[in-house]
T-cell receptor, first 115, second 113 residues
Framework: AQTVTQSQPEMSVQEAETVTLSCTYD???????LFWYKQPPSRQMILVIR??????QNATENRFSVNFQKAAKSFSLKISDSQLGDAAMYFC????????????FGKGTKLTVNP | NAGVTQTPKFRILKIGQSMTLQCTQD?????MYWYRQDPGMGLKLIYY???????DKGEVPNGYNVSRSTTEDFPLRLELAAPSQTSVYFC????????????FGSGTRLTVV
């Protein structure tokens, strides 16, 4: 079974600083996709960034970037120049491509941004 | 340009009552999903569908039923509501290509008392 582990239930960062959220996963597949979703207090799930496992280059989206270590099964999210609007729950997720295309989620990390 | 629409946004049920959570998408996505989110537990898959007429159980299907008669609609039925079903429910859809991930609805907060 595929699993996703986020070992940091809560993190905090000062505005304008950089923070890294950790995620490890387990899968027997060689080709898969990984995602980070943001859930602000509004409850809406927002896609932050995605990574294809067969691509060695780390994905970036503006202030958000990932450190994808396939051999270690690690997929961390780095947020640079943190803003107050980045405060949210962040979920790491692994896409199961075995026909169902199911997303398996970690338990989430609550990020607080201090002014 | 509505995306995934869930109704209602909030609901309080009494133990033993039944209800249907509605989910509709206008993106012609084949894949649709229902998740529940409990505090500190992430999102867990209840049911999913890979196309009209095809549904299958996820990780936590007990107490729920689904149907998929059209591509657009994927309602979730709660029979004999129990306090353990108090949760936030999310509907999501995706196109066939895995890279694009899911589009989520705005969620339904359900309380069973």
């Amino acid at each position: 079974a595929q699993t996703v582990t986020q070992s940091q239930p809560e993190m905090s960062v000062q505005e304008a600083e950089t923070v890294t959220l950790s995620c490890t996963y387990d899968t027997s597949e060689s080709d898969y996709y990984l995602f980070w979703y943001k859930q602000p207090p509004s409850r809406q799930m927002i896609l932050v960034i995605r990574q294809e496992a067969y691509k060695q280059q780390n994905a970036t989206e503006n202030r958000f970037s990932v450190n994808f270590q396939k051999a270690a099964k690690s997929f961390s999210l780095k947020i640079s120049d943190s803003q107050l609007g980045d405060a949210a729950m962040y979920f790491c997720a692994l896409l199961d491509q075995g026909g169902s295309e199911k997303l398996v989620f970690g338990k989430g990390t609550k990020l607080t941004v201090n002014p | 340009n509505a995306g995934v629409t869930q109704t209602p946004k909030f609901r309080i049920l009494k133990i033993g009552q039944s209800m249907t959570l509605q989910c509709t998408q206008d993106m012609n996505h084949n894949y649709m999903y229902w998740y529940r989110q409990d505090p500190g537990m992430g999102l867990k898959l209840i049911y999913y569908s890979v196309g009209a007429g095809i549904t299958d159980k996820g990780e936590v299907p007990n107490g729920y039923n689904v149907s998929r008669s059209t591509t657009e609609d994927f309602p979730l039925r709660l029979e004999l509501a129990a306090p353990s079903q108090t949760s936030v429910y999310f509907c999501a859809s995706k196109p066939g290509q895995a890279f694009y991930g899911y589009t989520f609805g705005s969620g339904t907060r359900l309380t069973v008392v």
